[in-house]
Each structure stands twice: as structure tokens, then as C-alpha cells.
């Protein structure tokens, strides 16, 4: 199995925000403490099921056949050879949505630093949408994001997110881009992290950076440029991203 775990749980990714890291070992609350860690070449876990970990990882990607149309290109043959063994991960939709509304205007420590406060309401799990409606946040220092999480916790409460898993991708984006707070970056991350549609290219001003510095593509050309990945339009954002945040800093 090709993995590098390290790389797949600190890549700006939802497990990113929502576990944490202790010596080699990653943990979170779920029904219990879970813990992740690779030792070698082999992948452990306790706490947890092997089927949660299956999906978490998407250990079911042939990352050598999303390799073979990445590696189309130079610059993400590149990333491939410098970050090989990352994937891309599936997280919980509502804690994805919580995640990346955290992640508005704001920078990695403090996402996560965000999105553990919140967590906390929990004993380390992420509330319940009804829950979180109606929680005190100022300890978690959201700024103008609170309102977006909020006003979205009381119409995912309401049934929001319900099938959206069953939609064509362009109206699953419209569907989670009428929640607050909600753009196209967001829901795209959302739906990528969150519903496993590998379709999704979210662009940040990393991937529009990249886009422009290794392609000439403008950003107004990104969503049409992209097709060139499909159907692993997600990994190569995610290639591209560690890329551009190693070699793009200005």
C-alpha cells in the first residue's frame, strides 16, 4: 500500500484541523480515542475500525493510476516524486464544512487552533450542528466567522446537507454555496474533502499562484484548464498546492 501518512494528515487537509499530533502518533476523540500512526511500511490504528480508516484515507485510490495522469506535466511530476504516498482524505461532512469555514482568511495554525475550540464544546468530537447553533464561541476567537458558523449550524440542523451526496457536481456547488459564509473555494474543499468528488479544484491564492507560474493559466481559466487531470482533478490540487507552498513563497 502507498502511503505516506504524515504528509496525508499535515497537508492543509481537514484531519489536519481536526486531529491532533503527539510524538509519531495522530489522535482525535470519536465513539473513543483514536489513534493513527505508520510504522514502516505498515499503517496502524486502535480505537477505530478498519473500515473508518479505509475511508479516511481512501485507501481504495490507486495512487500509481492517478500518478500516470499527473505526471503528464512536469511541474506535477515534480510533486509526485517529492511528496509520493500522499492522498487525499474523507472527513465527515459537517466537520469538513466547520473546518473550512475556519479556514476563511486565515492561515493553518489558527484553523486549527479554531477548529480544536470548537471541539472542545465536545470532549474533542465536533458538535452537533444543533449544538453548535446554539453554543458560546467567543473562546474559540472566530472573529466574522461565527456568524457564518452559526447562521450554517442552524440550516444544516434543519437538513441542509441532506443529498447533496446524490447530486451532479455542479448543483451539489450551488446547494452548499446557498449556506453562509460559503463560496466557491469553500464548497469545492467541502465537496472534495468532504463527499469524495474528485472533480473538485478549489483554488486559494496558492493554487492560483501555481496555476499561473507552471501553466500561464489565469484564474479565470482554472476550472476549464483542470479538466486536463480528470477524473483526479482533487489530486492534482493537492500536489500542486504542497508544491506551490514550498517553491511560490514570496
Same mark, same amino acid.
Given at each position: 500500500?502507498?502511503?505516506?501518512?504524515?504528509?496525508?494528515? #499535515?497537508?492543509?487537509?481537514?484531519?489536519?484541523?481536526?486531529?491532533?499530533?503527539?510524538?509519531?502518533?495522530?489522535?482525535?476523540?470519536?465513539?473513543?480515542?483514536?489513534?493513527?500512526?505508520?510504522?514502516?511500511? +505498515?499503517?496502524?490504528?486502535?480505537?477505530?475500525?478498519?473500515?473508518?480508516?479505509?475511508?479516511?484515507?481512501?485507501?481504495?485510490?490507486?495512487?500509481?493510476? +492517478?500518478? #500516470?495522469?499527473?505526471?503528464?506535466?512536469?511541474?506535477?511530476?515534480?510533486?509526485?516524486?517529492?511528496?509520493?504516498?500522499?492522498?487525499?482524505?474523507?472527513?465527515?461532512?459537517?466537520?469538513?464544512?466547520?473546518?473550512?469555514?475556519?479556514?476563511?482568511?486565515?492561515?493553518?495554525?489558527?484553523?486549527?487552533?479554531?477548529?480544536?475550540? &470548537?471541539?472542545?464544546?465536545?470532549?474533542?468530537?465536533?458538535? @452537533?450542528? #444543533?449544538?453548535?447553533?446554539?453554543?458560546?464561541?467567543?473562546? @474559540?476567537?472566530?472573529?466574522?466567522?461565527?456568524?457564518?458558523?452559526?447562521?450554517? @449550524? #442552524?440550516?444544516?440542523?434543519?437538513?441542509?446537507?441532506?443529498?447533496?451526496?446524490?447530486?451532479?457536481?455542479?448543483?451539489?456547488?450551488?446547494?452548499?454555496?446557498?449556506?453562509?459564509?460559503?463560496?466557491?473555494?469553500?464548497?469545492?474543499? +467541502?465537496?472534495?474533502?468532504?463527499?469524495?468528488?474528485?472533480?473538485?479544484?478549489?483554488?486559494? +491564492?496558492?493554487?492560483?499562484?501555481?496555476?499561473?507560474?507552471?501553466?500561464?493559466?489565469?484564474?479565470?481559466? &482554472?476550472?476549464?484548464?483542470?479538466?486536463?487531470?480528470?477524473?483526479?482533478?482533487?489530486?492534482?490540487?493537492?500536489?500542486?498546492?504542497?508544491?506551490?507552498?514550498?517553491?511560490?513563497?514570496?
Amino acid at each position: 500500500m502507498l502511503l505516506n501518512l504524515r504528509l496525508t494528515m #499535515e497537508s492543509g487537509q481537514p484531519p489536519e484541523f481536526l486531529w491532533q499530533k503527539q510524538g509519531s502518533r495522530y489522535f482525535r476523540m470519536l465513539d473513543t480515542r483514536a489513534e493513527l500512526w505508520q510504522d514502516g511500511s +505498515v499503517l496502524r490504528y486502535r480505537g477505530c475500525s478498519g473500515e473508518y480508516v479505509h475511508r479516511l484515507l481512501r485507501l481504495e485510490d490507486r495512487l500509481e493510476e +492517478v500518478y #500516470e495522469v499527473l505526471c503528464r506535466d512536469e511541474a506535477l511530476a515534480r510533486a509526485v516524486r517529492r511528496f509520493r504516498g500522499l492522498r487525499l482524505t474523507l472527513s465527515e461532512p459537517w466537520e469538513t464544512l466547520v473546518a473550512f469555514l475556519c479556514s476563511i482568511n486565515n492561515n493553518i495554525p489558527r484553523i486549527k487552533r479554531n477548529v480544536q475550540a &470548537i471541539m472542545s464544546l465536545a470532549g474533542g468530537r465536533m458538535p @452537533a450542528p #444543533e449544538v453548535l447553533a446554539e453554543a458560546e464561541l467567543k473562546h @474559540a476567537r472566530l472573529g466574522f466567522r461565527e456568524r457564518f458558523i452559526k447562521r450554517s @449550524a #442552524e440550516l444544516v440542523a434543519e437538513g441542509a446537507l441532506e443529498g447533496i451526496e446524490r447530486l451532479e457536481f455542479q448543483e451539489a456547488k450551488r446547494e452548499l454555496m446557498r449556506l453562509p459564509g460559503v463560496g466557491e473555494k469553500v464548497a469545492e474543499c +467541502v465537496l472534495l474533502f468532504g463527499y469524495g468528488f474528485l472533480e473538485a479544484f478549489p483554488v486559494d +491564492v496558492w493554487i492560483a499562484r501555481a496555476m499561473q507560474e507552471y501553466f500561464g493559466v489565469s484564474r479565470s481559466r &482554472i476550472e476549464s484548464f483542470s479538466a486536463r487531470w480528470e477524473p483526479y482533478q482533487g489530486y492534482a490540487q493537492q500536489y500542486l498546492y504542497l508544491l506551490a507552498r514550498e517553491e511560490l513563497k514570496p
